[in-house]
């Protein structure tokens, strides 16, 4: 059967998601893969606009309407809103409309596992021959930090491909561990693949996101009786034997140097700092691309808290709190209303219909939490993708796949 052009563009997409530090060749502009392929998105957008209703119409419109009012009222980088409503906004847009349909969302997350895979094995290639050696990364609109005995894959540094990496983890969890699903035997060799490269990462992420994305699969997946009591119980085993591993084997020495604090300190500090415009008075942020203001607040935050951590931090750590940051209250409301729809009983149980239904709201919670915890990087498109999965699983009536009956 020929592929729709909406399921091409959501298997493109979810494999660009994987290689943001590369740029396109012969492009005048640092540009990824995937500011390319959301460009491309525009022409879609008018294909199957028809099918943008509910929350996957007032989700990018109130993305669009933040960052409009935020440049309106306060200014800002004229660059990054070029950039956050030429390819953010389609992308954000289109991927709602794409996941909300059967054949793209497989499309979709059968990309994202085959770029989880790809980049995996690289990763390992990088640790055993060196990263410097296999250090493909072009893309100069990011820092690009050298890593010694430490992977990446193809993304600007090592936290960022571990937060990818555990999110394909959660995404294989829940297709494991959905009654519906068949032919497990390969996702239980990608999943001892990723889980391998999560331990050789060293990365501060492992700590902070493994533990909650193997809850969030667990809890999307399975329902209260006997059977699943036992699976909780032993997952929970497994990930403290791993966890201890991690800590004791690949992670000692960061605390003995003290790396890990400094940078949990600088993490803090810095969203601390970027939540300031919420009680400061600044109702519309600082402006539109104006992350490194972040900088005196964080200090004042660090010398208020007692913090320790060197080189004061160039950005917030978290796309969410950097949005609030630069937009200031309107983004607030608007991500809190997506945050509601995605995190409701009734996306839930929507989700539990089919396994592929349950992978995206795990990957759409993982992305969350990256976003929220983790990664502040402007151009990862992979914080910006849980608003397509809040908009895309909507409980309502979808004309364009027929639900099936919720599994006992």
């Not at 992977?151 to 571990?162: C, D, R, Y």
């Amino acid at each position: 059967m020929r592929a729709s052009p909406l399921s091409l563009w959501a298997f493109c997409a979810a494999l660009a998601l994987w290689m943001p530090a590369v740029a396109l060749p012969g492009v005048p502009l640092p540009l990824q893969a995937l500011d390319a392929i959301a460009l491309l998105g525009w022409p879609l957008l008018a294909l199957y606009g028809r099918r943008a209703t509910g929350l996957r119409l007032t989700g990018p419109l109130g993305l669009a309407a933040c960052v409009l009012l935020s440049w309106s009222v306060v200014g800002g980088q004229p660059i990054v809103l070029i950039w956050t409503l030429a390819c953010a906004l389609p992308f954000t847009a289109l991927a709602a409309i794409a996941l909300a349909d059967t054949a793209a969302r497989s499309a979709f997350l059968g990309g994202f596992l085959a770029a989880a895979t790809g980049s995996a094995l690289l990763f390992l290639a990088q640790i055993t021959l060196g990263a410097q050696a296999l250090d493909f990364r072009t893309n100069v609109a990011f820092s690009l930090p050298p890593h010694y005995g430490r992977g990446f894959a193809l993304f600007p540094e090592v936290s960022t491909f571990a937060t990818h990496i555990t999110m394909a983890i959660g995404v294989v969890l829940a297709l494991l561990m959905h009654p519906q699903t068949r032919r497990r035997s390969a996702l239980w060799g990608a999943l001892a693949l990723y889980a391998s490269c999560l331990l050789f990462t060293r990365s501060t992420s492992v700590i902070v996101l493994a533990p909650l994305m193997v809850g969030v699969a667990l809890h999307t997946t399975q329902t209260l009786h006997l059977r699943s009591i036992l699976i909780v119980m032993a997952s929970s085993a497994v990930i403290a034997v791993l966890l201890t591993f991690f800590i004791s084997v690949f992670y000692a020495d960061r605390l003995e140097t003290h790396a890990a604090d400094r940078s949990a300190a600088m993490r803090l500090a810095s969203m601390l700092g970027g939540l300031s415009p919420l009680w400061s008075g600044e109702l519309f942020g600082v402006g539109i691309g104006e992350n490194h203001e972040v900088r005196l607040r964080a200090h004042q935050v660090a010398r208020a808290l007692g913090l320790n951590f060197g080189t004061l931090p160039t950005g917030v750590n978290s796309q969410i709190i950097g949005r609030i940051f630069e937009e200031g209250w309107p983004a607030l409301v608007q991500m809190s209303a997506l945050l509601f729809a995605l995190l409701r009983p009734r996306t839930r149980a929507m989700a539990r219909m089919t396994p592929m239904r349950a992978a995206l709201l795990t990957l759409g919670i993982g992305s969350l939490l990256t976003a929220l915890l983790v990664t502040g990087y402007r151009g990862i498109y992979t914080n910006w993708l849980w608003l397509a999965v809040a908009a895309a699983l909507a409980p309502k009536s979808n004309p364009f796949e027929r639900p099936q009956p919720c599994p006992a």
